[in-house]
């Protein structure tokens, strides 16, 4: 149980489009789901905390234009890259907090590989 | 503000051989969580074991195991006779509780396992 599905899990795209990564709950609903970003060979950066129904909360330095983030339903988060540039390229992972777990742990997806080129 | 420090940043070991990965950790809260996960190549996040601040039991699951001690709020975790296939970046992260508690990651550990 508690898998968390995203896709795509790799994309490349030109400089200036926009790119939309989703990330799925399977087999459980979740209300809170977060977004991070890992460059090469370091760690893992909270970029904001997606609830659903609501508007995510951004990290202190995220751009909420350029990171456009869509919670519309319990099992689905969606994070938009805007108008991408190369400096955007990265891992982007989401993780899922199951609302029926009392201990609030997160699932991880497998992460997606996002190139701007 | 919560704070996870892994000192080491990387570490090579010849296979067989044990490592200890070290993590340090900061907060104000009385009741959180300590996680560590494994990140292979292939870049997912493998969760590993999650503790209780409550819980200071030692855990130990198979070649991996964890010493928890809240007096120096440590949390490492050992992995005995490495073998290749545990080559990857290790990650410890702490959360508190609560509904949208959010996980503090380390830097990181790269472990390289050599044959």
């Known amino acids: 149980g508690a898998v968390v599905s995203q896709h795509p899990s790799r994309v490349i795209c030109k400089s200036g489009t926009s790119v939309k990564i989703e990330c799925r709950s399977l087999d459980f609903q979740a209300t809170t789901m977060f977004w991070y970003r890992q460059f090469p060979k370091k760690s893992l950066m909270l970029m904001a905390t997606s609830n659903e129904g609501s508007k995510a909360t951004y990290e202190q330095g995220v751009e909420k234009d350029k990171f456009l983030i869509n919670h519309a339903s319990l099992t689905l988060s969606t994070l938009t890259v805007t108008s991408a540039h190369p400096e955007d390229s990265s891992f982007y992972i989401c993780?899922?907090?199951?609302?029926?777990?009392?201990?609030?742990?997160?699932?991880f997806g497998p992460g997606t590989r996002l190139t701007v080129t | 503000a919560q704070k996870v420090t892994q000192a080491q940043t990387e570490i090579s070991v010849v296979e067989k051989e044990d490592v200890t990965l070290d993590c340090v950790y900061e907060t104000r809260d009385t009741t959180y969580y300590l996680f560590w996960y494994k990140q292979p190549p292939s870049g997912e996040l493998v969760f590993l074991i999650r503790r209780n601040s409550f819980d200071e039991q030692n855990e130990i699951s198979g070649r991996y195991s964890w010493n928890f001690q809240k007096s120096t709020s440590s949390f490492n975790f050992t992995i005995t006779a490495s073998q290749v296939v545990d080559s990857a970046v290790y990650f410890c992260a702490l959360s508190h509780t609560g509904a949208n508690s959010k996980l503090t990651f380390g830097k990181g550990i790269t472990l390289s396992v050599r044959p």
């Open positions: 993780s899922a907090r199951d609302m029926e777990d009392s201990s609030y742990e997160q699932y």
